[in-house]
DNA sequence: ACTCTGCTGAGAGGA
């Protein structure tokens, strides 16, 4: 039966029911094509086999010779060379082919690729079947020992061609400049080269980095010119600009690889947090319902523990967690990559992955077999970055619309009004808006091409992001909704299910918060009812508001069919610009929602952030005249408002309601007795004392490298008394939040909270975590004591203003002035907190003089007044 | 000089 599963397995590929709808074929069609292979497929079945029940496990990936792939097949066969030869029995690759038979050159080399995989867990078998099922024709492929070595030559050459790409040059000063790398010259085959669906890439490639001497009559010399003649300068330079970013940024980020597995040792990778060594298989289950993104079979999950005999540290303290991506080898090496798939479930002594291979269920196999589990982070999103940068580039009507808008930065066009019928439908939504809010809308409803909606801290996004879908919905317009996220996107949609709209979410479920997953595209269409191309289409269609990830829309096959009135993206500020390009393919209109003035994109390299890589799409296409600022915020005092108009917004923010201006912490001080001053100053519910800072410049609070982090024990000894101090006075735990810009620093105040106070429902979080959300009560611990060496991370403004922007009564600045002073953003800060401290709300607290007297209460801080 | 979310992929064929 494995055999018989795993041959129509490969038809499977073409029947399935969304892969049709992806490439829009009919059903007949498809049923059709596959039975005229079967015949063929059953007389050599009988022909050549007697069904038994071999395993059926091919390599997914093989060490000897770095390769990796899936073999459709492997058989057990016996083999009559001569007459006079004994038989020989063998296990060998099967390769299924469905067109004709051509033997060519591609098939004997896929097949001989294969047979090299197979020889690093069995004996070599030097040869390999191709089997065309067209015809039934079948033909050994003998592997000569020239031809392994060709191909391993060939993709030893490419692999050093494009581990190239990028090129370097230092001037004296030391400054580095990038150059896109050249490739091999292009062959010349017009037949092959002009129907290639890489042809416009390698045509600007070749047109503007490699530049090769061609001979005349090249095919290329005609071929170039033709596939980039819609194309001007600035397009190039735009599509270069960014590919030049994406290479830059993998280069200098260093992406993992998977050899790796084969390079480190379990152990020594499990230091550095990206594997746990040493597991044995413990149960296993089949009908995992998470698996559905990448199965086709009935879903796999395996439990593993470590072996007895290793004491390892407990796996879920080690860095991976769950819904990371893993790859399974053994520890010996012999079974590399014998599966992909995720973390399901994390303890200190179990962790169950979901895998991709069904068969893995067997696990009688493998019960003497030592694991490995490795971060699979060799995938990146960088190929689908690519594409949509590929995609800019479309000679369609599509492509030249966004590259004006984007490129070209052409001035967004509106109507000149909204009509009044069109007004009456949406009064009643509109009454809770206020003013900015309605504004945007409008101009939305008035947009031709885009709309930016900048919202500042605490100014109802996602309340005008609702009201907005609601609107559109109601004029009967189709919306895209996207974030990065899918925690923000997920945000909205609670929110928009709250009011009894209807959705669809696309993406994988593992990542789709609980009480969202009943509106989730797998699940719904997993009901009988929709087992044919038709219900499916009428099932996609049916929805008018669609929701994912940016990135998420790259794959899935509704975008393959359906367009889409408006697309939102939400958190617009924070993706990277070519990944925000992925949803605007599939819209006539866009509203990108952010501000540029809190976290950009995440950029992992300094060279690549210098390239300007960091300036997203919202960053681009502001101050063309379709930005709509909010501006009302409903989330902090003025006095906290203050502090960040000073900082960054210039005095737009203001508050969007007198309470909202005038509130304050609420806190019952004759719960506290005997307070230090400085507690009684930090703790104060006055509304002048909303901001303090609490200096330790005179005491010996210092950083201490932790790692790759840094952390600050003295400073995080003073959050947790003034937690303990906000507890005693009757303030809930769950309104307080404290924030550090470290990992490190988090991790250690963490521990603290958790062992101290352990259920009080404070919630401690990098400033990053925090963007997008609010507390009555904020702590910010700054780290920072050295004056040299400093870091890049408190130098952005961007940063510092998110975390000045969470609190709604009380926002206790903790930190080093003097070191602080040394960051520019900072600096005017500081020294205006201190200036202005008699007149409104610093409060400088000295700390002098009472380390000692910490250190005399053996260790323990007791800080008096 | 430390901040972090995305994405399963590999191969299906047609001259």
């Given at each position: 039966m494995m055999i018989i599963n795993s041959i129509f397995s490969e038809f499977l590929k073409y029947s399935v029911t969304p892969l049709r709808y992806k490439q829009n074929l009919a059903e007949q069609t498809v049923m059709e094509e596959v039975s005229q292979y079967i015949p063929s497929l059953m007389a050599w079945l009988s022909k050549h086999t007697c069904v038994s029940d071999s395993s059926g496990r091919s390599p997914a990936a093989e060490k000897k010779f770095?390769?990796?792939?899936?073999?459709?097949?492997?058989?057990?066969?016996?083999?009559?060379k001569t007459k006079a030869s004994r038989e020989e029995?063998?296990?060998?690759?099967?390769?299924?082919?469905?067109?004709?038979?051509?033997?060519?050159s591609e098939h004997k080399g896929q097949v001989t690729l294969y047979s090299m995989m197979c020889s690093d867990r069995r004996p070599d078998p030097q040869e390999g079947i191709l089997l065309y099922l067209k015809h039934g024709e079948m033909e050994t492929v003998t592997v000569k020992p020239e031809s392994k070595s060709g191909l391993v030559q060939l993709r030893n050459r490419l692999a050093r061609d494009l581990s190239r790409q990028v090129t370097t040059e230092t001037d004296e000063n030391g400054r580095k400049t990038y150059f896109l790398g050249?490739?091999?010259?292009?062959?010349?085959?017009e037949r092959a080269c002009s129907k290639c669906s890489h042809l416009q890439t390698c045509s600007i490639y070749q047109r503007s980095v490699e530049k090769p001497e061609l001979p005349p009559n090249h095919a290329m010399s005609k071929l170039v010119p033709e596939a980039m003649g819609h194309l001007d300068g600035e397009d190039l330079a735009y599509f270069l600009h960014w590919i030049l970013c994406l290479d830059v940024e993998g280069k200098e980020s260093?992406?993992?690889?998977?050899?790796?597995?084969?390079?480190?040792?379990?152990?020594?990778?499990?230091?550095?947090?990206?594997?746990?060594?040493?597991?044995?298989?413990?149960?296993?289950?089949?009908?995992?319902?998470?698996s559905q993104s990448f199965n086709d079979g009935k879903g796999c999950s395996l439990t593993f523990s470590r072996h007895p005999s290793y004491a390892g540290a407990a796996l879920n303290t080690v860095g991976l967690t769950t819904g990371d991506m893993v790859v399974l080898s053994s520890e010996d090496g012999h079974l590399i990559a014998l599966a992909t798939g995720f973390v399901r479930n994390i303890s200190a002594t179990l962790v169950e992955i979901v895998v991709d291979r069904d068969y893995l269920h067997k696990t009688s196999e493998y019960k003497d077999v030592k694991f490995r589990l490795d971060r699979n982070d060799s995938f990146s999103t960088a190929g689908y970055l690519y594409t949509s940068l590929s995609k800019l580039m479309d000679p369609t009507p599509q492509g030249s619309w966004l590259r004006n808008l984007i490129i070209k930065r052409q001035a967004p066009e509106f109507e000149l009004k909204v009509s009044k019928s069109c007004l009456y439908k949406v009064k009643s939504i509109f009454k809770p808006l206020n003013k900015p809010q309605r504004t945007a809308i409008l101009k939305v409803l008035m947009a031709k091409d885009y709309v930016l909606i900048k919202g500042f801290p605490g100014t109802g996004k996602t309340s005008t992001i609702v009201a907005l879908v609601k609107i559109l919905q109601l004029l009967g317009l189709s919306v895209l909704l996207t974030s990065y996220?899918?925690?923000?996107?997920?945000?909205?949609?609670?929110?928009?299910?709250k009011e009894g709209v209807h959705f669809l979410r696309l993406g994988r479920q593992g990542r789709i918060h609980p009480s969202i997953l009943p509106h989730c595209a797998e699940i719904l269409t997993s009901s009988p009812s929709i087992n044919s191309v038709q219900a499916l289409r009428k099932f996609y269609d049916s929805y008018s508001i669609v929701a994912t990830s940016c990135?998420?829309?790259?794959?899935?096959?509704?975008?393959?069919?359906?367009?889409?009135?408006?697309?939102?993206?939400?958190?617009?500020?924070?993706?990277?610009?070519?990944?925000?390009?992925?949803?605007?393919?599939?819209?006539?209109k866009f509203v990108l929602v952010g501000d540029p003035k809190q976290l950009p994109p995440v950029v992992q390299s300094k060279e690549a952030r210098s390239l300007g890589m960091d300036e997203s799409l919202f960053v681009k296409l502001d101050n063309r005249g379709a930005t709509y600022d909010l501006n009302l915020q409903y989330r902090m005092n003025r006095v906290i408002m203050e502090l960040s108009n000073r900082l960054v917004y210039e005095g737009q923010l203001l508050c969007g309601d007198p309470s909202v201006a005038e509130q304050c912490l609420?806190?019952?001080?004759?719960?506290?007795?005997?307070q230090p001053k400085w507690q009684k100053a930090a703790l104060s519910p006055k509304i002048q004392n909303s901001v303090v800072f609490i200096d330790t410049q005179k005491i010996a609070a210092t950083e201490i490298q932790d790692g790759k982090g840094l952390k600050n024990k003295m400073e995080a000894d003073i959050v947790l008394i003034l937690l303990k101090q906000l507890m005693k006075a009757k303030v809930g735990g769950e309104t307080v939040g404290v924030?550090?810009?470290?990992?490190s620093q988090v991790q250690l105040l963490q521990q603290m909270v958790h062992a101290c106070l352990p259920l009080a429902g404070v919630e401690v979080n990098t400033v990053d975590q925090y963007q997008g959300r609010d507390k009555s009560v904020i702590i910010v611990s700054f780290v920072r004591t050295e004056t040299d060496n400093v870091g890049e991370l408190l130098k952005d403004l961007r940063r510092l203003n998110v975390a000045l922007t969470r609190a709604r009564c009380k926002l206790i600045l903790i930190g080093n002035t003097v070191a602080l002073k040394v960051y520019d953003n900072l600096a005017p800060l500081l020294s205006w907190l201190q200036e202005t401290q008699n007149v409104s709300f610093y409060v400088f607290v000295s700390l002098l003089g009472k380390f000692d007297q910490c250190k005399n209460s053996g260790g323990k801080l007791r800080l008096s007044d």
């Open positions: 770095g390769l990796k792939g899936k073999i459709d097949l492997t058989v057990k066969a016996q083999l009559r029995v063998k296990v060998l690759p099967l390769e299924l082919k469905t067109g004709k038979a051509s033997f060519s050249s490739l091999p010259p292009p062959i010349n085959n260093g992406r993992r690889q998977l050899s790796s597995i084969w390079c480190t040792s379990g152990q020594q990778r499990e230091k550095e947090g990206d594997c746990l060594s040493n597991m044995v298989i413990t149960a296993s289950e089949l009908g995992i319902p998470e996220t899918h925690s923000a996107v997920d945000n909205i949609l609670l929110k928009l299910k990135l998420g829309v790259s794959n899935h096959p509704v975008f393959q069919q359906r367009s889409f009135d408006v697309c939102v993206v939400d958190e617009a500020s924070q993706v990277l610009q070519p990944a925000c390009l992925g949803p605007l393919f599939h819209c006539r609420q806190i019952d001080t004759s719960l506290l007795s005997d924030i550090s810009p470290y990992r």
